[in-house]
């Protein structure tokens, strides 16, 4: 294998784990747009992912823990504490306008609606 | 209105979610604990022991510190609080399409060794990430008692 394989295979795939756990998300749609909450205990802003390519938006992070030496796990829950969902968009959203929020592990992604597709108010012009 | 907001393949999350928490419980390596049955708590806990001490790690999200009860009582460990159901005010013409989050108070009790030192319990919040650290006592360490 040469580097530039070694390259392009980073590219494709970060160095992730393969078992990845579905975070739960609340979703909320009303006339501008679509609130995203999503659970990612233990994600920072620098390991969080959200991603859009055409109509597939990928959210995703990994939890950083740090475990004194020597620990022995006596029971584990979430042994291994990525994250990732992926949804997928219709034509009327505007993913080039998604805003994104990060607060004590709770992801809040707002989408808006494209202009054309909310409902709109037409001004009369007189003259 | 409708499938504005599609889940990719509509199924699979579901799906995929029940293959996540088969795969948890069946998970080669590691022994199988029957208490990991216990799934779809809140929140998740893991607990770990070193020498020094039994660090016990709770995946909170979206709880604020002042809202966390932590108590430690006759060698239980509890964990307690709430969260709400933090929405822009419900409006008129809100569609909800996925409501997974945990709502509600939750209270988790985890039984220390007991060679844990209630005395000496750290917290610290960050990210959604409760850490507990119980320290262990000293006296607990083996020591020899003279017959006389």
């Known amino acids: 294998m040469n580097n530039t394989t070694n390259v392009t295979k980073v590219d494709q795939a970060p160095a992730v784990p393969q078992a990845a756990l579905v975070p739960a ?7 501008v747009g679509i609130t995203l909450l999503a659970d990612m ?19 995703e992070g990994s939890a950083e823990v740090k ?32 805003e994104a929020s990060l607060r004590d592990g709770v992801l809040r992604l707002h989408i808006p609606k494209a202009e054309e597709a909310r409902p709109r108010r037409i001004e009369v012009k007189v003259g | 209105m409708n499938g504005s907001f599609r889940f990719a393949g509509d199924l699979f999350p ?28 809140f929140p998740a806990v893991n607990i770990g022991s070193s020498p020094d001490s039994v660090e016990v790690l709770a995946f909170a999200p979206g709880i604020d510190a002042k809202s966390l009860q932590i108590t430690v009582d006759k060698g239980l460990l509890v964990i307690a609080g709430e969260r709400n159901r933090n929405q822009d005010s ?30 000496k319990v750290e917290a610290s919040l960050r990210d959604g990430l409760l850490r507990v650290s119980v320290a262990k006592r000293e006296s607990s360490k083996p020591r020899q008692i003279a017959v006389n």
């Open chain 1, 41 to 59: 205990p233990g994600v920072s802003k620098d390991r969080l992912g959200v991603r859009v390519d055409g109509e597939n938006l990928l959210i």
């Open chain 1, 67 to 98: 475990v004194p030496e020597n620990l022995e796990i006596v029971h584990s829950e979430i042994r291994n504490p990525y994250f990732r969902r992926s949804f997928t968009l219709s034509r009327e959203l505007d993913a080039s306008k998604i």
């Open chain 1, 25 to 31: 998300v609340d979703i909320v749609e009303n006339e």
């Open chain 2, 14 to 41: 579901e799906l995929t979610r029940l293959q996540q928490r088969l795969d948890e419980v069946f998970q080669t390596g590691g022994a199988a604990n029957i208490r990991e049955l216990a799934r779809g708590t």
């Open chain 2, 90 to 119: 419900n409006g008129d013409n809100q569609n909800v399409y996925a409501q997974e989050r945990f709502a509600g108070s939750f209270r988790r009790v985890i039984s220390l060794p007991e060679d844990a030192d209630p005395g």
